[in-house]
């Protein structure tokens, strides 16, 4: 069981499409976390939310407490955004998904 | 601020042979994680610190794994004897406080191969 879920997976998009990851998660939480990491790179972390929405230059991170469900929006893609995109929700300690790798083509 | 850092970056080993990991975490921070991350998967958390004490090591392979974070700053994790599964990147993070929605950081990582 994956206290954890994100959708999709795998993510093929062209430059400057609008991209949309989800996830779901089923435990109690005092934040969720959106984490970038590079092939072959650390981890970054993008957003740390515990209600409503976060904006970043084009990265958009919304959180619906009730339904226990976020949601990481990219606008106009680039390919420098190609990574894997880790969804991690935290109360003692912290669950992580099992990540969405994104690949934007020129 | 410096981020949080970790060494080598990189290990090659044997199986049967042993490798120890280095985490220096940011300045101030009390809690501190090793993850194991298996290629194609997410983290999966080993050991959590809070200071020089463990919070949670219930996922940790205790017969081959063990780690320390003496004087609650430096950390280091030990496998010993390595197995061919244990090749993974090892992700050290750190935060302020435990159960605290503080934000939290990661070090790049050591990817270790065993052959």
């Known amino acids: 069981k994956n206290e954890v879920e994100q959708s999709p997976q795998n993510l093929t998009a062209q430059e400057g499409e609008f991209i949309t990851i989800n996830c779901s998660y089923s435990?109690?939480?005092?934040?969720l976390h959106w984490l970038q990491q590079h092939p072959g790179g650390g981890i970054v972390s993008l957003f740390m939310l515990s209600s409503g929405k976060k904006k970043h230059g084009r990265l958009i991170a919304t959180i619906n407490i009730q339904e226990k469900h976020s949601s990481l929006h990219i606008t106009a893609s680039h390919p420098r955004d190609s990574a894997v995109y880790i969804c991690a929700v935290k109360d003692n300690q912290f669950y992580f998904g099992t990540g969405t790798s994104l690949t934007v083509i020129p | 601020e410096a981020g949080v850092a970790q060494s080598p970056r990189y290990k090659i080993i044997e199986k049967r042979q042993s490798v120890a990991f280095w985490c220096n975490p940011i300045?101030?921070?009390?809690?501190l994680y090793w993850y194991q991350q298996i290629l194609g998967q997410g983290p999966k958390l080993l050991i959590q610190f809070q200071n020089n004490g463990v919070v949670d090591d219930s996922q940790l392979p205790k017969d081959r794994f063990s780690a320390e974070r003496l004087k609650g700053v430096d950390s280091t994790l030990k496998i010993q004897p390595a197995k061919l599964e244990d090749s993974a990147v090892y992700l050290c993070?750190?935060?302020?406080?435990?159960?605290?929605?503080?934000?939290?950081?990661f070090g790049s990582g050591t990817r270790l191969t065993v052959v």
């Open positions: 435990v109690g939480i005092s934040a």
């Open positions: 993070a750190s935060s302020l406080e435990l159960g605290q929605s503080y934000g939290y950081t």
């Open positions: 300045s101030g921070h009390a809690t």
